[in-house]
């Protein structure tokens, strides 16, 4: 089965301050991984996905970017970071066979202060 | 504006208790996954339904998928501590392959 690791777990950062937020997964190749975002109240908002090295979609305008370096890596980036960028996120792996199911990393609490 | 609406956002209940979260949409899905989120965690899966009127059990949890595939419940029998956490549903709709839409999710809290 696969494993998908995230980290760091928590993070405060300074506005204005650089992000790098490490995804990887194991147990599995070529796989189709997400980045959300989950604020309180309001769900999962889907910032990116990739369908493989180099291959990256964006959902919603934002100071945000990712990258897939790797089959198995995924980062979310930012070159300076906004009070507004403060969440939790979420990497996923989505299996795709019938229907599609997704698994989580642990998350990452991110504070901008 | 959520496209899957998940009601009630918070329910508090007496471990022994039964419970029913809900889970609408105007929309229809191919599928439809619940998952429970603990805090500082990532959700995990706990079911999916595919088939209009479809009835799934876990243990204690009952899910059902509504017979248009626009909507779902999930029942809690007997509720017990362990089962507090945040219920999450997802939708997968058949032009979005590869993509879910979650709701905002609903807080249950299950006290001894």
């Known amino acids: 089965s696969q494993t998908i690791h995230q980290w760091p777990a928590t993070l405060v950062q300074p506005v204005g301050s650089p992000l790098s937020l490490e995804c990887t997964v194991e147990?599995?190749?070529?796989?189709?991984l997400y980045w959300y975002r989950q604020a309180a109240g309001r769900g999962l908002q889907l910032l990116f996905y990739s369908v493989g090295i180099g291959q990256i979609s964006s959902e919603v305008p934002q100071n945000l970017s990712a990258s897939r370096p790797q089959d198995r890596q995924f980062i979310l980036s930012s070159k300076k970071l906004l009070l507004s960028d403060s969440g939790f996120y979420l990497c996923?792996?989505?299996?795709?066979?019938?229907?599609?199911?997704?698994?989580f990393g642990q998350g990452t609490r991110l504070t901008v202060v | 504006t959520q496209l899957l609406e998940q009601s009630p956002q918070f329910l508090s209940i007496q471990e022994g208790e039964n419970l029913t979260v809900y889970c609408n949409s105007s929309?229809?899905?191919?599928?439809l996954q619940w998952y429970r989120q603990e805090p500082g965690e990532g959700p995990v899966l706990l079911v999916t339904v595919v088939t209009g009127g479809e009835v799934k059990k876990l243990k204690r949890l009952t899910f059902q998928f509504g017979d248009a595939r626009k909507d779902s419940s999930l029942h809690i029998t007997a509720a017990q501590p362990g089962d507090t956490g945040l219920y999450l549903c997802a939708g997968e709709q058949t032009d979005s392959w590869g993509k879910l839409q979650f709701g905002a999710g609903t807080q249950v809290v299950v006290t001894p």
């Open positions: 147990g599995t190749s070529n796989p189709n």
């Open positions: 929309s229809v899905f191919s599928s």
């Open positions: 996923a792996y989505h299996r795709q066979q019938m229907n599609t199911e997704a698994f």
